[in-house]
């Protein structure tokens, strides 16, 4: 009777230290939360409720109310959400890191990016060229926009570029919309039939870097601090690196 009281009490006692987070992910770490899930919420008895958008997305939602718990996002969207007091005072936790790819569909043929004047030769040979909205504040999109401009080729990559709004940019050369998508690599890993060409070449390449952060007003703290922990774990990095990321 004792042992039953016993296993009973440590059964209400992990009932009530088990919580839900509403997990806040830009684009391209989701995969990596996906993946890290089952083990997590197995050993730990939390449970994660990922939702996913662009940074700029995300840093529209929080500053305008949304209730979370932990964000993860680039550490530029997260600078101003901190400031303005809806991150705790903890600064954000590097979490990973990731380059930006060339993507096309299965079986076509592979381009030639090796060289910074390959890269901006298929840009202007290439029938249709797909790549996050700048608008919507995704962080590749935003920057390739911007390399476009100071190569002095953004009005003739404008013309042609299908903008996606969020989301997996490959679905794109997948579907037939795109001859050639550029996106985070950990993206164009997640598309099936989408086939990574290779990085932009070394000399233009931009790195996003993901952190984690707490929410001011959260009422789990600790178990969102166990999901940080979690992804700063060696599993956590060997599914970095299958997810085509790497430790910051």
Known sequence: MRLLFALACAFAAQAVAAAELKVLSAGAFKPVLVALQPAFEQQTGHRLRIENDTAGGLRKRIAGGEAFDVVFSSPASLKPLQEAGKLAAAEPVPLARV????????????????????????????RSVAYIDPAAGGSSGIYLDRLFERWGIAPQV???AVLVPGGLVATRVVDGSAEVGIHQISEILAVPDAVLVGPLPAEIQNYTVYAGALAAATKEAAAARELLAALRSPQAAQILRAKGMETP
Request: proline fraction near 6%.
């Open 99 to 126: 380059a930006i790819g060339v993507a096309v569909r299965r079986g076509a043929p592979l381009p030639d990016i090796a060289s910074v004047d390959a890269f901006r030769s298929l840009l202007l040979n290439a």
């Open 158 to 160: 404008r013309a042609k």
